[in-house]
């Protein structure tokens, strides 16, 4: 069974940092891209970061130059460093977990951790 657990989420004020966890097992964490997304309230889930199996990184251009995401495939974890931190940073935080097989994607998701920034 894949499981995919976030931690690292709190309340901080703007310019402060974060540092989110994602620990993953049941699966091939290394053959997997790894990403991290939020979804603020009434707004869709958004992609923040994502880092491919082989360490190729992408950043939404809101967080570029602030957010940091890396993967330690010896502990199975993708971390994001989040620096800088704005108000509109305030969102739910998601790891997933994606790996296409025969063609067929496969998508894993954890709980979600809550990071509000206060101004």
């Known amino acids: 069974q894949v499981q995919l657990v976030e931690s690292g989420g709190g309340l901080v004020q703007a310019g402060w940092s974060l540092r989110l966890s994602c620990a993953a097992s049941g699966l091939s964490f290394s053959r997997n891209d790894m990403g991290w997304y939020r979804q603020a309230p009434g707004n869709q889930r958004e992609l923040v970061a994502a880092?491919?199996?082989?360490?190729?990184?992408n950043y939404a251009d809101s967080v570029k130059g602030r957010f940091t995401i890396s993967r330690d495939n010896a502990k199975n974890t993708v971390y994001l460093q989040m620096n800088s931190l704005k108000p509109e940073d305030t969102a739910v935080y998601y790891c997933n977990a994606h790996r296409v097989l025969s063609g067929r994607p496969y998508d894993y998701w954890g709980q979600g951790t809550q990071v509000t920034v206060s101004s």
């Open positions: 880092i491919t199996s082989g360490g190729v990184t």
